[in-house]
């Protein structure tokens, strides 16, 4: 197993979205991910961006019923 790696728990998020409310109100995919195994990801952004919320949209676990999310972060750009 490598490092970072989940031995299959059910729980890990498998396939999942992060998405961005825009000023608008409107709802924008930020990356989507499919086939996940590790329990912790980081995901850079191709661009800085202002938004006033951000979701996670849990599209499957690695065969729970459901999932856990511990916390969701997001950062400003460092300049």
């Known amino acids: 197993?490598?490092?970072g790696e989940a031995q299959m728990a059910p729980a890990v998020l498998c396939d999942y979205r992060v998405e961005s409310r825009q000023p608008d109100g409107t709802w924008q995919v930020l990356t989507r991910v499919t086939g996940?195994?590790?329990?912790?990801?980081?995901?850079?952004l191709?661009?800085?961006?202002?938004?006033?919320?951000?979701?996670?949209?849990v599209e499957?676990?690695?065969g729970a019923a459901s999932a856990h999310v511990?916390?969701?972060r997001a950062y400003?750009?460092?300049h």
């Open 1 to 3: 197993m490598r490092s």
């Open 60 to 62: 499957a676990t690695n």
């Open 76 to 78: 400003a750009p460092e």
């Open 70 to 72: 511990v916390a969701l």
């Open 36 to 44: 996940n195994r590790r329990r912790r990801r980081t995901h850079l």
């Open 46 to 57: 191709p661009q800085p961006s202002v938004v006033s919320a951000v979701r996670l949209v």
